[in-house]
C-alpha cells in the first residue's frame, strides 16, 4: 500500500540519485573549467613575462 506511489511522481530513490549524479557532473564541469582558466593564466602570465623583459632588454639603454 506504501510502496505504491502516484504516477508521474519520480520515488526520492530516483530524485536522490539524480541529485547526486547533477552534482557531481556539475563539480566535474567546474573542476574542468577551473583548470583550463589556471591554465591559461599561466600560459598568458608567461607569454606576458617573456613580452615585458624582451620591451625592457630593448628599452634599457645599454
Avoid at 519520480?10 to 556539475?26: D, E, M, N, V
Amino acid at each position: 500500500m506504501l510502496r505504491r506511489r502516484q504516477p508521474g511522481y519520480p520515488s526520492l530513490k530516483t530524485l536522490a540519485k539524480r541529485a547526486i549524479g547533477y552534482s557531481a557532473r556539475q563539480a566535474r564541469r567546474r573542476e574542468a573549467s577551473s583548470n583550463f582558466s589556471r591554465l591559461m593564466q599561466k600560459k598568458c602570465s608567461a607569454i606576458l613575462c617573456t613580452e615585458l623583459s624582451a620591451e625592457q632588454m630593448i628599452l634599457s639603454p645599454h
